[in-house]
């Protein structure tokens, strides 16, 4: 079972920033939180990952709360082509280690 | 571009028969391949992970037999889906990560079957 919880969707308006919500109030010591998204029919796309400093890319930043229980994904300027399903997982790092994905988030941007 | 690639994209086949999907590392070497399936609003169940050179596990629920996978070398793995009925139309897809992973997993575009 995933061990995170998302809104099941969300609305946002094209320019403004997303922020997608995560808790994961069981996670361990040695679990990052990853978040990819998929867009409809493809693939899902890796975003961003961290452990418990905040992160920042290109696509997004990655906030992680101070106790690790929850995280917040952070799009700053959403465009209509971010509209897709959001899924925050957590996970050990190292090569074997599986995915298991929630149901996620489906992030609509509105014109 | 893309690092894991998928082939077929599309396939659409007979009951009965048998469908092999292709998952393809494109410039790294995959270890461990991961193996999902996805029904229609729905979200990605893993089915099996597989390591290169040895059996696949499956996860719980998920028939080996129906489901063969192969994963005979570091760069290819491929699913078959045997014996295919219209309950096996679904959205497959592969991931990978090699042994000296430290971050996110690639996926294949996704391959979609339908069993008429």
């Known amino acids: 079972d995933a061990k995170t919880t998302q809104p099941t969707s969300m609305d946002c308006a094209e320019g403004r920033a997303a922020n997608l919500p995560c808790n994961h109030s069981t996670i361990s010591g040695n679990e990052y939180v990853y978040w990819y998204r998929q867009i409809h029919s493809q693939g899902p796309q890796y975003i961003i990952h961290g452990l418990k400093n905040n992160e920042t890319n290109e696509m997004a930043s990655l906030i992680i709360t101070e106790d690790r229980k929850s995280s917040t994904l952070i799009l700053p300027h959403a465009t209509l082509r971010d509209t897709a399903v959001y899924y925050c997982?957590?996970?050990?790092?190292?090569?074997?280690?599986?995915?298991?994905f929630g149901k996620g988030t489906k992030l609509t941007v509105n014109p | 571009g893309a690092v894991v690639s998928q082939h077929p994209s599309r396939v659409i086949c007979k009951s009965g028969t048998s469908v092999k999907i292709e998952c393809r590392s494109l410039?790294?070497?995959?270890?461990?391949m991961f193996w999902y399936r996805q029904f229609p609003k729905q979200s990605l169940m893993l089915m099996a992970t597989?390591?290169?050179?040895?059996?696949?596990?499956?996860e719980q629920g998920v028939e080996k037999d129906k489901f063969l996978i192969n994963h005979a070398s570091l760069t290819l793995s491929t699913l078959t889906v045997t014996s295919a009925h219209p309950e096996d139309s679904s959205f497959y897809i592969c991931s990978a990560s090699s042994r000296a992973n430290t971050g996110e997993l690639f996926f294949g575009e996704g391959s979609r079957l339908t069993v008429l």
């Open positions: 410039d790294f070497q995959a270890t461990t």
């Open positions: 997982i957590v996970r050990t790092q190292g090569g074997s280690e599986k995915l298991v």
């Open positions: 597989s390591n290169e050179g040895s059996k696949a596990t499956y």
